[in-house]
């Protein structure tokens, strides 16, 4: 090994061996914390981005698929229907899956390749029937919260002989686990499917869950519309008949309730009106015919009424022999006469209004001051009162209970100083973490400065041992020396200059007091130093 890493290697076991004991703890937490972040994020860069290749598959095709690709040391994941594999050998799965003739379940158009030039009409029909519900199940999968579907249509015989035909029918099987679907889900799949098979009526769908309920009948439609629609026209009635009650009364004053009918049936309504006028007439026809004679004819003549053997005519007198005056006349008049003819198709929309009725609970104080004529009639117009529909305006004085609202007055005002003191507390507690935090940075940082500082401390050239610790030995201190008498005859005494060794045995001995870690090392390495010599 080099001599430059042992030094290295040497210096961080000194500075290991001269920490305490909990710099050594964090050290090892952070070099734990250090690993497992690395590790961490090395699992998370390192793992492929998946891409599905087969989508819409059984479980036993799946099973199937994950083993081929695995025999061919591709990984690969089933979820939700498909089997995802690594971007990279997305084109190798797709060939190998394609190879090994998987999937063999095939499902939607899919069933439509499988088809010889052998099929026979009915085959063909009934395969591509399959293949419609097939991939119409398979979309509707695809909903979020719809794990499973299955999708059946009743498709009638085209035939001449038969005037009417049956309508086109169709109906959805969806499982959406524990959950529950919701109205939007279910108007969503019936628009659905009734859009993608042609002549099929949205009413003629019927919905149902793995559960047995049903969510959606033949001849419904799409569910909760109605519902929905009366609902919010009964709260928006009811809102604004409130919201004038309050200003007007005072909150907490009076109640309204508001109950509303509306009609759901479309009509298409046809009126034809006829309009006389004075106009010349569109059209006229006039016949006339007159025949005159006083002859004798063949077979004897008319009468003056056009009857044979009438008005003077004998009959006895023989045939062919008629006298007297004899004629006939004849008018025919046909006139048709102009008339304005209005058409009136209209489509009544569903919807409408069709009986309504507000009750009103009132304050006997409040109503006093008002009028409960006045407050009717008031009520009645924003409400949009019709009388000819039956609707129906109550108002009710009532004394209000107010014991429950001042308990929940109280409770709200208890749990909002609960809340406060909650806050409080939480303050108080962060900031006591927070200057936990702060005292134990300042005491981490105060013990790495030290040790920071110690390790640039410079060593001290002691000399050698053995002049510092002769082997015989000490002679008697060196005596005090006096100096000579002074002009005023006084005595002084003056120390001696100390000796070198002296002066190293003193400095030695304040580095053992402040180092002690650092004097071993250095005579453990004097010693070794001597055993090699």
């Known amino acids: 090994m080099p001599p430059q890493l042992m030094a290295q290697l040497k210096k961080l076991g000194a500075q290991a061996n001269g920490m305490s004991l909990g710099q050594k703890v964090l050290a090892v937490i952070g070099i734990g914390v250090l690993l497992l972040g690395g590790s961490a994020f090395y699992a998370y860069a390192s793992k492929p981005d998946m891409v599905p290749v087969s989508s819409g598959v059984s479980d036993a095709d799946a099973a199937d698929i994950t083993a081929a690709l695995s025999g061919a040391g591709i990984t690969s994941e089933y979820s939700g229907g498909a089997v995802s594999v690594p971007a990279a050998q997305a084109s190798t ?8 003739g998987l999937p063999k379940q095939k499902s ?92 099929l009526d949205p009413m003629q769908v019927t919905v149902s869950d793995a559960k047995g309920e049903l969510l959606s009948a033949a001849g419904q439609g799409a569910v909760g519309q109605g519902d929905e629609q009366t609902a919010a026209y009964e709260t928006k009635t009811q809102s604004t008949i409130q919201a004038m009650l309050d200003k007007t009364l005072g909150p907490g004053k009076a109640i309204a309730s508001v109950n509303a009918t509306l009609n759901f049936d479309k009509t298409n ?40 053997g009438v008005d003077g005519t004998d009959p006895a007198a023989g045939a062919g022999t008629t006298t007297g005056a004899g004629g006939y006349s004849k008018k025919e008049n046909t006139q048709d006469n102009a008339n304005n003819t209005v ?46 529909r039956g609707d129906q305006v109550v108002i009710t004085p009532a004394t209000f209970d107010t014991s429950a609202a001042d308990a929940a007055a109280k409770d709200l005002a208890a749990a909002k100083a609960a809340e406060k003191s909650e806050q409080q507390w939480a303050l108080i507690k962060q900031g006591a973490i927070a200057l936990g935090v702060l005292l134990l940075a300042i005491v981490l940082l105060i013990a ?23 082997e015989g030995p000490a002679g008697p201190p060196a005596p005090m020396t006096a100096l000579a008498p002074a002009a005023d005859d006084s005595h002084l005494l003056v120390a001696p200059e100390p000796e070198p060794e002296a002066l190293r045995r003193q400095e030695f001995g304040q580095l053992v007091d402040t180092q002690p870690a650092e004097v071993a090392n250095l005579l453990r390495g004097w010693l070794a130093a001597s055993k090699k010599g």
């Open 448 to 470: 790495w400065r030290r040790a920071v500082k110690k390790n640039k401390r410079e060593a001290v050239d002691l000399g050698e041992l053995e002049r510092l610790y002769p």
């Open 108 to 199: 939607g158009f899919a069933l439509l390749d499988e088809q010889g030039i052998t099929a026979t009409q009915f085959q063909q029909k009934v395969t591509y029937q399959r293949a419609v519900e097939g991939d119409l199940a398979t979309t509707i999968e695809q909903l979020d919260g719809v794990q499973s579907a299955v999708v059946h249509l009743a498709v009638p015989e085209d035939t001449v002989f038969t005037e009417t035909k049956e309508p086109t029918k169709a109906s959805v099987l969806i499982d959406t686990g524990i959950s529950k679907a919701t109205d939007d889900q279910v108007n969503s799949i019936i628009q659905l499917v009734s859009s993608s098979v042609p002549n």
């Open 269 to 308: 309504r046809i009126s034809t009106t006829y309009t006389p006028s004075g106009a010349l007439p569109s059209s006229q026809t006039t016949k006339e015919e007159v025949y005159n004679g006083g002859t004798a004819g063949v077979g004897g003549a008319l009468g003056a009424n056009g009857v044979l």
């Open 93 to 100: 799965a797709k060939m190998t899956i394609a190879a090994a």
């Open 343 to 388: 058409v009136d198709n209209t489509v009544v929309a569903p919807g409408a209004v069709q009986r309504l009725s507000v009750a009103v609970m009132v304050d006997p104080t409040a109503l006093a001051g008002i009028g409960q004529q006045n407050l009717q009639q008031t009520v009645a117009a924003a409400a949009g009162f019709d009388q000819a």
